[in-house]
């Protein structure tokens, strides 16, 4: 990468890293809405403890969400950071891990870990595939991130009610979504890669609710 391309790209980081901040703060405060809340009580009412598993599990995977953009453009511009970044990552993913296991226990946690550390670490791989502009690795890497992503809807259609499938499309939204803003923060267009960011962070939201409902629906006696 040239430095004059290099440096344009830095301080479109910073400005999109500006924005995201912004938006973390906005959807990743936990202010949003239950559409049909699970009545775990008896009540007619959601109980504080299913709204506490719904924010945490919220806030996790849009804070994730935003690490997985920052590692990305963090990778394609080669930043010296990248590792104290990749770090950042695999701390987050442990730790929506973790909100499993008190639920699911320590073995579905460790494995639900272990496959979306594989997805991360492909997204990795399709950062520099896109840095050197290889149309066969990247073609190489849709594929690696498909597999990814299909091991990941296979281990939380074993532990919910929710089917592969359906696991597999929302998962690959949020992913098609990061791809998308790498795609376009390397093409110069930071307006849409700002605006795929905010989606895939809409999209991180929607799985934390998808997770959310099928643990209130599988364990309604902790709740």
């Not at 924010?55 to 990248?82: F, P, R």
């Not at 442990?94 to 639920?103: C, K, P, S, V, W």
């Not at 979306?116 to 990247?138: G, M, P």
Request: glycine share 6%; no cysteine.
């Amino acid at each position: 990468m040239d430095e004059k391309k290099a440096s344009g790209h830095s301080v479109a980081l910073a400005v999109v890293a500006l924005l995201a901040g912004i938006l973390i703060g906005i959807v990743g405060s936990g202010a949003y809405e239950v559409d049909d809340p699970i009545d775990t009580d008896g009540t007619g009412e959601i109980s504080a403890t299913a709204v506490s598993l719904r924010t945490a599990l919220h806030d996790q995977w849009v804070e994730l969400s935003g690490l997985n953009a920052t590692m990305l453009t963090n990778v394609y511009t080669e930043q010296a950071d990248s590792a104290a970044v990749r770090d950042s990552v695999s701390e987050s993913s442990a730790e929506l891990g973790g909100l499993l296991a008190t639920y699911y226990g320590e073995e579905v946690a460790a494995d639900f870990t272990t496959a979306w550390s594989e997805y991360t670490d492909q997204l990795q791989v399709y950062a520099v595939a896109a840095r050197e502009d290889e149309a066969v690795n990247l073609r190489s890497g849709e594929v690696a991130l498909a597999e990814a992503i299909a091991a990941v809807a296979e281990q939380l259609s074993e532990v919910t009610d929710i089917e592969r499938d359906v696991w597999d499309k929302s998962i690959t939204e949020y992913g098609d979504h990061l791809v998308q803003f790498l795609t376009s923060f390397a093409a110069a267009n930071y307006s849409e890669a700002y605006m795929a960011r905010r989606e895939a962070a809409t999209a991180a939201a929607a799985l934390a609710d998808m997770l959310s409902d099928a643990t209130l629906e599988r364990y309604p006696d902790q709740f």
